[in-house]
């Protein structure tokens, strides 16, 4: 089983900035992929960034240039820098991951989510 646990979300204004962070912890093989997601009030749950285990990247394009995923394998985490924050991307901010096991099965895991509340 791998837990992951998310932290750094908090309230902000308007062109401000936060860095969040997500541990991967429990019986780890491999983390493969990890990834950001989010979901904002009445909306569904959509990708906000994405980092292989190699260190590519992919981003939303409502994000692009603002945010930076970034990981660190040694230690199993994956950061989120947000710079240049809107109100419209106030959501609940959730990590994920695909863990490798040692027999070869893949697994996604979620994190239990983090408040990102921009103020105008």
């Known amino acids: 089983q791998v837990h992951l646990v998310e932290s750094g979300g908090g309230l902000v204004q308007r062109g401000g900035s936060l860095r969040l962070s997500c541990a991967a912890s429990?019986?780890?093989?491999?983390?493969?992929?990890m990834a950001w997601y989010r979901q904002a009030p009445g909306k569904q749950r959509e990708l906000v960034a994405l980092?292989?285990?190699?260190?590519?990247?992919n981003y939303a394009d409502s994000v692009k240039g603002r945010f930076t995923i970034s990981r660190d394998n040694g230690k199993n985490t994956q950061y989120l820098q947000m710079d240049s924050l809107k109100p419209e991307d106030t959501a609940v901010y959730y990590c994920?991951?695909?863990?490798?096991?040692?027999?070869?099965?893949?697994?996604?895991?979620w994190g239990q989510g983090t408040q990102v509340t921009v103020s105008s």
């Open positions: 429990g019986s780890i093989f491999r983390i493969n992929d």
């Open positions: 980092i292989f285990r190699g260190g590519g990247t």
């Open positions: 994920n991951a695909e863990h490798l096991s040692f027999h070869g099965s893949r697994s996604i895991y």
